[in-house]
Nanobody, 124 residues
Framework: QAQLVESGGGLVQAGGSLRLSCKGP????????TGWFRQAPGKEREFVAA????????YADDSVKGRFTISSDNRKNTVYLQMNNLKPEDTAVYYC?????????????????WGQGTQVTVVS
C-alpha cells in the first residue's frame, strides 16, 4: 500500500485559509483516486473532496463547495486541499486516502489506504 502523509494543518481564525498537503510515493496518484475526509470529535468521518487519478475530475461536498479546492501535482507526488474562508465548523482531523478507480469517491469504505491525519482548528 502507498504510504500517505498529510501536513499543513494548524490553528486559524474564521475567514482564514490553510493548504493541506498529502504526499505519496512516486506516481501513486496516477494510479488511485484520492480523497480528503474529516472527522470531528464525536462525529463520523465525512467526505470533503476527491480528485480522479487522471486529475481533471474533482468532487466536493456541498458544505465546502466554493471554499475548498482539491488539486494534484504528479511531479511532486502530492495532492492538495486549499481551504479558504474557513469556519469553526470546519474544525476536524483531516485525512487523505487513496482508492482504486471505479469505487464511489464519496464513501470512506471505498478507500483502503489512509494517512495519519492532520488537525485543523478554526476559532471565531
Amino acid at each position: 500500500q502507498a504510504q500517505l502523509v498529510e501536513s499543513g494543518g494548524g490553528l486559524v481564525q474564521a475567514g482564514g485559509s490553510l493548504r493541506l498537503s498529502c504526499k505519496g510515493p512516486p506516481r501513486a496518484f496516477m494510479w488511485y483516486n484520492t480523497g480528503w475526509f474529516r472527522q470531528a470529535p464525536g462525529k463520523e468521518r465525512e467526505f470533503v473532496a476527491a480528485i480522479s487519478r487522471s486529475g481533471p475530475t474533482t468532487y466536493a461536498d456541498d458544505s465546502v463547495k466554493g471554499r475548498f479546492t482539491i488539486s494534484s501535482d504528479n511531479r511532486k507526488n502530492t495532492v492538495y486541499l486549499q481551504m479558504n474562508n474557513l469556519k469553526p465548523e470546519d474544525t476536524a482531523v483531516y485525512y487523505c486516502a487513496a482508492a482504486q478507480p471505479g469505487n464511489p469517491v464519496r464513501l470512506p469504505g471505498s478507500y483502503d489506504n489512509w494517512g495519519q491525519g492532520t488537525q485543523v482548528t478554526v476559532v471565531s
